[in-house]
C-alpha cells in the first residue's frame, strides 16, 4: 500500500442491507449502528499501529434480501471469525472482536504483554485512500 494508508493494515467491514426507495428498515439501521460503534471501540482500545477500517454500507435490492443485515469482515461473516459463536443479533463488542481477529490484534484482556494493543484506526467510508 502507499499514501496514508502505507506500513498499517488495513481491515475492510461491509454491512449488507436491504435498501428500498431509500430506507431500511430498524434492524438493519442497528446492525449498521452497531459496525460503526464497533469500529470506534477498537480504535479506542488499540491507538497507535496503523490499523484503517473501511467501514462501507451495501444497499442489497429487494431480489437480495436473503443477505440483507450481514455483516461481512475482510469477505468473512462475523460469525465465521468468531467460529460461529455470537450474539442472537450481532452486537459492536462481536463485530469489533472480528475487526481485531482480521487485523491479528488480541482482545485487551488477551494481549501477552498484559497490556492493551496500540492501533489506530482511521474510518475510511470510500474506497479510496484518503
Known sequence: MTGCCSGGTRVTVDVERLVVEGET??????????????????????????????????????????DSNRVLVNGRLVEEWLDGVASSSLSAADIARAIRAAAGLAAPSESPSGDSPRASVVLVTSSECG
Open 25 to 66: 428498515c430498524d434492524r438493519c439501521a442497528s446492525t449498521w449502528d452497531a459496525a460503526r460503534q464497533a469500529v470506534e471501540m477498537v480504535a479506542a482500545e488499540a491507538p497507535g499501529i496503523g490499523l484503517a477500517v473501511d467501514l462501507r454500507e451495501v444497499p442489497l435490492s429487494p431480489e437480495r434480501i436473503s
